[in-house]
């Protein structure tokens, strides 16, 4: 199983950011996917899920309305669009295969500063 993230950088708050994940070594299509990150000094935190089919999502409270998760199944890639972006939003984000974040690739650092 192969996960890399990309699309992460310096952006302002109030700003936007688009991450995609690229998934190899496995059938894409039928797993759910999860984006997680991690701030510094901090633990591994879930913020977003979709199904299989892309379907369904599902986001934490602390990004509902401010991210969305979607994928192209076609291309092995999940994506990651952020709006709004906060401080507090200052993370490494990965994209996993698994509800606990243990399969997960090297992921993209996001850092929101004025």
């Known amino acids: 199983v192969q996960l890399q993230a990309s699309g992460g950088g310096l952006v302002q708050p109030g700003g936007s950011l688009s991450l995609s994940c690229r998934a190899s070594?496995?059938?894409?299509?039928?797993?759910?996917m999860y984006w997680f990150r991690q701030a510094p000094g901090q633990g591994l935190e879930r913020i977003s899920s979709?199904?299989?089919?892309?379907?369904?999502?599902y986001y934490a409270d602390f990004v509902k309305g401010r991210f969305t998760i979607s994928r192209d199944n076609a291309q092995n890639t999940l994506y990651l669009q952020m709006s709004r972006l906060k401080s507090e939003d200052t993370a490494l984000y990965f994209c996993?295969?698994?509800?606990?974040?243990?399969?997960r690739g090297q992921g993209t650092l996001v850092t929101v500063s004025s």
């Open positions: 996993a295969r698994d509800t606990g974040g243990n399969i």
């Open positions: 070594g496995f059938t894409f299509s039928n797993y759910w």
């Open positions: 979709i199904s299989s089919g892309g379907t369904r999502t």
